[in-house]
């Protein structure tokens, strides 16, 4: 099982999530406020990425996290000169 990360790649962008389960205490706060059920927990409580299609990129996991163990990275295609 791949643990914590899944890419995907639509048609202009590749998301990916990464949680960094050294620092995750499993308090569920991502998965309540991720707005589409792209985060589930496990049975132990702690956060997977469940259907990263479903992902908007809204950012909420990783702004609510207060453990900074989640990141969200949006990488498209065509730059228009980024941030
Ligand atoms: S970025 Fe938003 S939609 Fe994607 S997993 Fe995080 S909370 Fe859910
Ligand atoms: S909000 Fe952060 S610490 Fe809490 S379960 Fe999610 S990734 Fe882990």
Known sequence: MVE?????KPRKET??????KAWCK???????FCPTGAL????AGYPYVKDIGKCINCGLCEVRCPDFAITVEQKKKDK???Q
């Open 40 to 43: 589930a927990r496990d049975e």
């Open 26 to 32: 499993g308090c569920g706060i991502c998965a309540a």
């Open 15 to 20: 998301t990916t999530i990464d949680i960094y």
């Open 80 to 82: 228009k000169g980024g």
């Open 4 to 8: 914590g990360r899944q890419e995907t």
